[in-house]
């Protein structure tokens, strides 16, 4: 059975060379064995949940409902699945809209529907969740596409030794030649294109993972949606940078709407996109933009969430879980550049912001003094050894707004949350697994949880952002 079959099922008429993509076979796999299928489920990958021989198998891009006739090929212990024919489709299955779709790591579930997405998501949620109490409806993005204010490109060599640039392929690290990326900001790309032009007109190489040899890394650009500020960040390997200024008159001259380029040096093997060194080309080396109605600086190290439309929903959750009067000490741990912090700070006494990037906190440092805020101090550390020296010295806090990066929180952080007595802790999480770990410790040291709120914050993505309020036992 042919892979291309798969695609027919899209009754469109229309040639498609998208297909799902079968990875390269790995040695000594058995040969595949065809098997026809129902599937019960989804995992919480987003994959398809289906019986064989008394086993649970998963298989990508498959929808519960539907009858499908996948290939099924056992590597030792391991067993992978292909699916190669819809027999009876699911309402809830659209044609992606991206080409790159079934190639792509990026996104997971563009062939759902809007509503299916949400429904898995939600009840994603609603079962990791259990322990504590009903999740509200997730909040739900009205233009699910084009969101992200964030970039990443990649660069590399074809077999023809063409320079490219995209995105890796499902658990590889397979460049995918792309032009575009519905989730990205078109311009974005629009910027990584240009990009990939100039570097095919000079002498400078992509760099190679493998051999370590060669230049450009990737490309990250962040766009600020407010202001129409754009930040471009060359990745590269080394701090010499041959033909710079032909390099960066050409990508001026073609993008005037750069409003600066930084050089990052990343000279390490290492999955992390950005290296510690970098010079500013040109530009302040920031961008700005505008969330809870106050301005914020970001620098190409800080972080920023990405989808600022449901950010706004977030925040806004998060305040009123918050219930500021105007009295309160809070602290806003994980603080990135102090956005929820400054937003807090208007109906906060005083705010305490910690953060392990240097850039970030300097980032927070001068987002308060452009707002005119002049309750909040933020602070460099970690943020579990911060709330353990705040708690030795026997300091209050009546509301910790946390944010943790996705592995969560840490047991110096909790403990030391539950020695300080907040009324409330706000959780903002966007990894709902480890965060339920934590709130799991939280309920157990005389908390608890009064209010979950899921928000989609990645769509097309399996990924799902949770905020939890927590409430002090009387
Ligand atoms: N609240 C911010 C940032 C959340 S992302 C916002 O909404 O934009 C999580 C942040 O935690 C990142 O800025 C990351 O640098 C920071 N971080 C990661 N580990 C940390 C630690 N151990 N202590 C303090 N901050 C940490």
């Not at 047991?411 to 907040?422: I, M, N, R, W």
């Amino acid at each position: 059975m042919s892979k291309r079959k798969y695609k027919g099922d899209n009754q469109s008429g229309k040639n498609h060379h998208r297909k799902p993509r079968g990875r390269t076979k790995p040695k000594g796999r058995q040969k595949p064995v065809t098997a026809e299928v129902t599937c019960s489920g989804l995992t919480k990958e987003g994959k398809g949940i289906v019986q064989w021989e008394g086993k649970k198998l998963e298989v990508e891009h498959l929808l519960p409902g539907e009858t499908a006739e996948i290939a099924i090929s056992k590597k030792g212990r391991h067993v992978h699945t292909e699916l190669k024919r819809i027999i009876k489709p699911s309402e809830d299955r659209i044609e992606p809209p991206c080409v790159y779709y079934y190639e792509c790591g990026g996104c997971q579930l563009q062939h759902m529907t809007n509503q299916a997405q949400t429904r898995f998501k939600q009840n994603t949620v609603d079962i990791l969740m259990q322990p504590f109490r009903k999740p509200n409806p997730i909040l739900t993005m009205e233009h699910p596409y084009a969101y992200r204010n964030k970039s990443h490109t990649t660069f590399g060599m074809n077999r023809d030794r063409q320079i490219i640039g995209g995105l890796y392929a499902r658990n590889s690290h397979e460049i995918i030649p792309m032009d575009r990326c519905l989730i990205h900001d078109p311009k974005a790309d629009e910027i990584a294109g240009t990009i990939k032009e100039i570097l095919r007109t000079t002498k400078l190489q992509p760099y190679n993972e493998d051999t370590g040899h060669g230049f450009l890394r990737h490309v990250l650009i962040k766009v600020g949606k407010t202001s129409g500020e754009i930040m471009v960040v060359l990745v590269a390997a080394s701090s010499v940078f041959p033909g710079k200024n032909n390099f960066v008159k050409a990508l001026r001259k073609a993008h005037p709407e750069i409003t600066t380029l930084v050089h990052n040096v990343n000279k390490k093997d290492t999955s992390m996109v950005l290296g510690d060194d970098e010079k500013v080309f040109f530009g302040p080396g920031t961008i700005t933009d505008t969330l809870g109605g106050m301005e914020f600086v970001i620098s190409a190290k800080s972080f920023y969430q990405v989808n600022p439309v449901q950010t706004e929903k977030l925040y806004d959750k998060a305040m009123e879980m918050a219930d500021l009067t105007g009295k309160e000490t809070v602290i806003d741990a994980y603080c990135g550049v102090g956005t929820i912090g400054l937003i807090a700070a208007k109906q906060a006494a005083k705010v305490i912001g910690v953060e392990l990037n240097n850039d970030a906190v300097r980032d927070a440092i001068r987002n308060a003094k452009r707002n005119g805020v002049k309750n909040a101090r933020f602070y460099q550390g970690d943020a579990g050894t911060f709330m353990v020296e705040m708690a030795e010295r026997g300091e209050k806090a009546d509301v910790v707004m946390m944010d943790p990066p996705r592995k969560g929180s840490d047991e110096a952080f909790l403990s030391s949350v539950v020695k300080l007595q907040p009324e409330r802790i706000v959780y903002v999480s966007c990894n709902p697994e480890t965060q339920v770990r934590d709130l799991e410790y939280l309920e157990k040291n005389g908390y608890n949880a009064e209010e979950i709120q899921p928000v989609d914050m990645f769509p097309q993505t399996v990924h799902v952002e949770c905020c939890a309020l927590l409430v002090r036992d009387q």
